[in-house]
T-cell receptor, first 112, second 115 residues
């Protein structure tokens, strides 16, 4: 199983750009990198997924270097409602499909 | 993104009773669904993989006779907590696997409280 390492917590202010970096040194060739957001007492919400280079959608960007041993989730101009736990996951294809194993996540606190 | 629902959203039961939790993929078919549990201030822990039409695969340390999983259709998986005890109180979350691209979408979770 590929393991991921991310900062336990981060603080930011409204309107700032937030970058959360995740390390996954043992990522396998078939693994995708997926980021989820979780609010208290809710299920994780899919944010973005990528394999290499850069992926962008309406809420975030994901930067993946050529060696794929890390990735950075970029949240532009955060608001108070972005306060949540963010999980970086790398799929495990040993069973023939992507089995996600959650790490500790990064607790982001956005202040006024 | 795809939508996954869970029912009920919360349940309170007496010790020794069984509780069934449903997980549905509303706008896509899911041959594979997953069940997680989450304790307060902790991360999600994968309990089992639910495969449509076949037996579930349980993670190490998860009792298959206590947590019964049935995946009878491409849009429905159920988790039954049998003979529930207070230590089974937790937040149970399911996810459904969508293909093309390979992505998992999570349900809103079910809060179980066993008295």
């Amino acid at each position: 199983l590929a393991k991921t390492t991310q900062p336990i917590s981060m603080d930011s202010y409204e309107g700032q750009e937030v970058n959360i970096t995740c390390s996954h040194n043992n990522i396998a060739t078939n693994d995708y990198i997926t980021w989820y957001q979780q609010f208290p007492s809710q299920g994780p919400r899919f944010i973005i997924q990528g394999y290499k280079t850069k992926v962008t959608n309406e809420v975030a960007s994901l930067f993946i270097p050529a060696d794929r041993k890390s990735s950075t989730l970029s949240l532009p101009r955060v608001s108070l409602s972005d306060t949540a736990v963010y999980y970086c996951l790398v799929g495990d294809w040993n069973t023939g499909f992507q089995k996600l194993v959650f790490g500790t996540g990064t607790r982001l606190l956005v202040s006024p | 993104g795809a939508v996954v629902s869970q029912h009920p959203s919360r349940v309170i039961c007496k010790s020794g009773t069984s509780v069934k939790i449903e997980c549905r993929s509303l706008d896509f078919q899911a041959t594979t669904m997953f069940w997680y549990r989450q304790f307060p201030k902790q991360s999600l822990m994968l309990m089992a993989t639910s495969n449509e039409g076949s037996k579930a695969t349980y993670e190490q340390g998860v009792e298959k006779d206590k947590f019964l999983i049935n995946h009878a259709s491409l849009t429905l998986s159920t988790l039954t907590v049998t003979s529930a005890h207070p230590e089974d109180s937790s937040f149970y979350i399911c996810s459904a696997r969508e293909l093309k691209p390979e992505t998992q979408y999570f349900g809103p979770g079910t809060r179980l409280l066993v008295l």
